[in-house]
Every structure is written in structure tokens, then in C-alpha cells.
């Protein structure tokens, strides 16, 4: 009895003992078959068409430059469920740095960021959330960060990865600068991957995104962007054609949608650091510095183009900085959510627009310049008193050294639902959600 009495109890011992290892080994087989092989990695990366995901494959080429919803009361009335869906989307009881920033929370405490790059596709937020770049994609390594040929690049490129007609996820070899010696058009499904390394797009041509659609673009410094054109650019293995004058904006976003741009340092530049217009839409603009620039964004092409009232941006965990006069943004026609952001400098105001935009600026820290003349965060364009009407509403922000907010418009909630895209934080947050704006200081194998 004492024998039988004596296995029983080993055997209940050890029955839960025997399933835990199981378990640890299971899970260790699925995190080592989980890892990127590093092999992925190559100079210039060939992939068949047959790569593509089935929904890729399936879409033609007029499919791929849909803006990103016939009526915008879709996006809308999503951005509910997906809030309420993002911790278990982005595992953030794992990840978080309860920061309050739900995209660095998303995958800045990694430690093995570099390992896995594509999350950060998974982290996206506000009206550009669904922007996947180059997820689907193969990984691209640029080496050379000369040699720019606009019409033969050279395989290691820049350039030569961003015409591809397949996704690729674009990463960087080392720290370089690259001088274009005109403007970089980009095709659809690309990321612009610069975490790790120290990247300088500057002194020459700088971005377009024109007629595509899935970019994301992050951990750039995009400056000193230079007039180019009137020459011969290449924007597809197969297409390249004649480019009239650009005008040297840092990022320009033409008739294009589902735009991630995030944490990139834009300064001084000969237009604008970023312009989004003919019928751009689906686009979040990020975690990003701007400093040193007069005519910061641009979002609507003019007064008269009426394309633009479809289109939704959210502005968010930006910082305004040091040496910016105006446009941050100025807005036409559409739908405009701008949302803790932090406001530090302006000389002669913050938010502008004409042509009837809806402003939802919710959450922002706005401080003064001391000039008494512009202290107005605000400024209607060219309005002879039509402007009455406008939805424009501050609703949270923290007002300092005596900035004030104009509102203006009934308030009606159908326009302002489709300038909602996130729940805004507090304003008191805001030095923390903005303390990472701009390029990030990240080294492999340690939290970025």
C-alpha cells in the first residue's frame, strides 16, 4: 500500500512538471522558427511575382491608386474598434514603455527591434493607420549612397529599391548621406527603414509620392532640399519620363493614399518639408521634428480644387520647433485631426487654412511666440468673413503665454467625426508623448 501509495504521489508530482517542459520547449522551437533568417538580407533582393500576397496580386494598377474610402464617414466609424482593439493587436502588456505614445509603445522596448523590423507596420495610427509599405515585402539593403543615376540606377541604390514594382522593406548598410541629383519617385508598397543608422537625404532632390499608395517612411533626416526637374526620371523599372521643375518640398504627396510618415527631422527646405495635395488622403504625419523652415506643411492643393475634400490627415506626436514661421499646418477643403502635438515656436501662427477645411486640433500644448501681434494659434486665409461657418474647434489644448484659439462653425458632429481618427491623450502628456519626436538614437540588440 505504501508502495502504490508512494507513485501515486510521484506520478501527481510530476504530471504537471512533465506538461511545463513540453510547453518551454514547444515555445523555444517557436520563437527560434519566429526569427528573420539573416540571410533575408541582401544587397539587391529578386523576387517573383509570385511573392505577393493574393490581395496584392489580384488588384490592378488603377485598383492600387484608390484613394482610401468613397465616403470618409468610413474611416470614421472605425476608429472605435480600433482602438479598442489595439492592445491585443500590438501586445502592448509586453512591449509598452507606458509612455502614453501608443506607437512607441508599440515597439520601441523590443530590445530585438532589428529583428523585427515589420512590426512597426502593425503600429501604425489616425487616418494612415492601414498603411502597410513594404511589409509584404522582401527586406532591401542600400549600400551606395552615390552614384545617383535618375533615369539607370545603380542596384544598391536608393533609388534602384524604391522604383521596384514588388513590397520591399528598405534598410540601410551604414550612416550616409545621400545628395539626389533629382527628385525620388517612389513607388507603391515601400518602407523607408532608417532605424539603426544615420541617413541624410539633403542638399539635393528630395521625395515624391505621387499616384501610389502603402508608404511608410521613418527615421530620416530630410533637409536642404533643393529645386530640380526639367530632366529625365525614372519611376519604374519599365516607365521613366520627363519631370517638369519640382519645387523642392522634403516629402511631397501627390494624389496618393495610406501614407505613414513617422519620426523623421525635416528643416529647411526650399517649399514646404511636407505638402500633401490632389487628392492625397488616408495619411498620418507622426512623431516627427520640424525646425528651421517658414512654410512648414501644405494639405490641399488650392481653393478651387474640390478633389481635396476627401481628404483626412491626422497630425499627431509631432514637435514644432525652433525657427518656424507659419503653415503647421494650412489646410483646404477636407478633414484635419491634429492631436498632441507639441507647439514650442511660431512667428506668424500655428494652424491656417481656407476653402473650408474642418479642424479638429484636440490635446495640444500651443505656447506663444512673446510677439504680442501672434499670439493666434489660427489664421483663415483669404476669407473676407466667410469663415464663420468652418468647423474649427481646440478642444483640450493647453494655451500658453497668452495663445488663443479661434473656433468657429455649428460644431456639427458628422464633421468632425470624419476629423476624428485617435483619442487624444491629455495635454498634461504632452512632453512625454513628444519626447522622441524626430530620428531616433537606435542600437541593435538594446531598447530603441
Known amino acids: 500500500m505504501r508502495l502504490a501509495s508512494s507513485r501515486a504521489t510521484m506520478q501527481f508530482y510530476m504530471t504537471p512538471l512533465l506538461l511545463l517542459l513540453a510547453l518551454l520547449v514547444c515555445v523555444s522551437a517557436s520563437v527560434e522558427n519566429g526569427k528573420p533568417a539573416q540571410s533575408r538580407f541582401v544587397e539587391v533582393v529578386e523576387e517573383p511575382k509570385s511573392s505577393f500576397n493574393s490581395s496584392m496580386a ?64 502593425n503600429c501604425g495610427i489616425g487616418f494612415g493607420r492601414n498603411a502597410v509599405g513594404g511589409r509584404d515585402g522582401k527586406y532591401y539593403v542600400v549600400s551606395d549612397p552615390g552614384h545617383d543615376d535618375p533615369v539607370n540606377p545603380r542596384p544598391g541604390t536608393l533609388r534602384h529599391a524604391i522604383i521596384q514594382d514588388r513590397p520591399l522593406w528598405i534598410v540601410f548598410k551604414r550612416d550616409m548621406v545621400i545628395t539626389l541629383k533629382q527628385e525620388l519617385i517612389m513607388n507603391s508598397f515601400k518602407t523607408i527603414d532608417a532605424r539603426g543608422v544615420n541617413v541624410h537625404i539633403a542638399y539635393g532632390g528630395c521625395i515624391t509620392i505621387q499616384f501610389v499608395t502603402n508608404v511608410i517612411i521613418h527615421g530620416l533626416h530630410i533637409h536642404d532640399c533643393k529645386p530640380t526637374g526639367n530632366a529625365m526620371v525614372r519611376s519604374s523599372p519599365s516607365h521613366y519620363g520627363w519631370r517638369t521643375m519640382a519645387d523642392g518640398d522634403g516629402i511631397s504627396i501627390f494624389g496618393s493614399s495610406h501614407i505613414w510618415v513617422d519620426h523623421n527631422s525635416l528643416s529647411n527646405c526650399a517649399d514646404g518639408l511636407i505638402d500633401a495635395i490632389m487628392g492625397s488622403t488616408a495619411i498620418t504625419i507622426s512623431n516627427n521634428y520640424f525646425t528651421h523652415h517658414n512654410e512648414v506643411m501644405l494639405l490641399g492643393h488650392s481653393d478651387s480644387y474640390t478633389r481635396d475634400k476627401q481628404m483626412q490627415v491626422t497630425i499627431a506626436y509631432n514637435h514644432f520647433g525652433e525657427g518656424l514661421i507659419q503653415r503647421m499646418p494650412r489646410c483646404r477643403h477636407g478633414y484635419f485631426h491634429v492631436v498632441n502635438n507639441d507647439y514650442t515656436h511660431w ?94 538614437n537606435c542600437r541593435f540588440g538594446r531598447q530603441c
Not at 484613394?67 to 492592445?87: G, M
Not at 476653402?355 to 473676407?384: C, M, W
Open 58 to 121: 489580384d488588384r490592378s494598377n488603377d485598383d492600387w491608386n484608390e484613394h482610401a474610402v468613397d465616403n470618409p464617414e468610413e474611416i470614421a466609424s472605425l476608429v472605435d474598434t480600433s482602438i479598442r482593439n489595439s492592445s491585443a493587436r500590438r501586445e502592448l502588456g509586453y512591449f509598452s514603455c507606458a509612455t502614453g505614445n501608443p506607437i512607441d509603445d508599440c515597439w520601441r522596448c523590443d530590445p530585438q527591434w532589428q529583428r523585427h523590423r515589420k512590426r512597426l507596420a
Open 347 to 440: 512667428e506668424m501662427y500655428a494652424i491656417g487654412g481656407s476653402a473650408d477645411p474642418t479642424i479638429n486640433s484636440q490635446g495640444n500644448r500651443y505656447l506663444a511666440p512673446n510677439n504680442r501681434f501672434a499670439k493666434e494659434v489660427t489664421h483663415r486665409v483669404q476669407t473676407t468673413g466667410r469663415w464663420r461657418h468652418w468647423n474649427w474647434r481646440s478642444e483640450g489644448d493647453l494655451l500658453l503665454n497668452g495663445a488663443y484659439f479661434v473656433q468657429s462653425g455649428a460644431g456639427a458632429a458628422a464633421s468632425y467625426a470624419r476629423a476624428s481618427s485617435l483619442g487624444a491623450k491629455s495635454s498634461s502628456m504632452i512632453g512625454t508623448i513628444t519626447a522622441g519626436a524626430g530620428v531616433l
